[in-house]
């Protein structure tokens, strides 16, 4: 069974809204909020565990962000990071989209984000060797944009050809 991480802001992982931003990250096991969804999605992988951080905090002190979340996965096998789905929201896009990167180079596993065409996050990773879904406007697409994440992830779990761009 492939194992997978899946990083959500403060927001998603049940911390509070825009009033706790600043929270710096912390990682749960199993999977909470929206990847709860995406697990329900998938076939033979499993979430073991979710990264939460807040959207000021990564945006503002990225590298330190970056270095608590390599310590709490130091020692964990996961095969793929998941992050989001972001929709439109530019804060947290850029943050999937550097939790993606950093992953995928430190750690060497394909990873999967969600963003609408607006997001910032896509016009800056677009040419990073991670996937981002074509997400919906906002949180009311969630069903979409995971069953879209879940698709992919399926994918890399059964070995199966990833298509680029439109076709996925």
Avoid at 17 to 28: F, R, T
Wanted: include cysteine.
């Amino acid at each position: 069974m492939k194992k997978i991480v899946i990083y959500i802001n403060q927001f998603f992982g049940q911390i509070g809204g825009e009033e706790k931003a600043d929270c710096g990250p912390s990682i749960v096991s199993g999977a909470v909020g929206p990847a709860q969804a995406l697990q329900n999605m998938l076939n033979g992988g499993q979430i073991t565990h979710t990264v939460i951080c807040g959207d000021n905090f990564m945006a503002s002190h990225k590298d330190e962000a970056l270095k608590r979340i390599a310590a709490f996965l130091e020692g964990k096998e996961f095969d793929i990071m998941a992050a989001g789905p972001a929709f439109r929201a530019g804060r947290y896009g850029v943050c999937c989209g550097e939790i993606c990167r950093f992953v995928h180079e430190k750690y060497g596993v394909q990873a999967v984000t969600s963003m609408h065409e607006e997001n910032p996050g896509v016009a800056m990773f677009k040419e990073e060797p991670f996937y981002i879904m074509k997400g919906g406007a906002s949180a009311a697409k969630m069903r979409q944009d995971a069953a879209a994440m879940a698709g992919i992830v399926n994918k890399m779990i059964s070995g199966e050809e990833i298509l680029w761009g439109d076709a996925e």
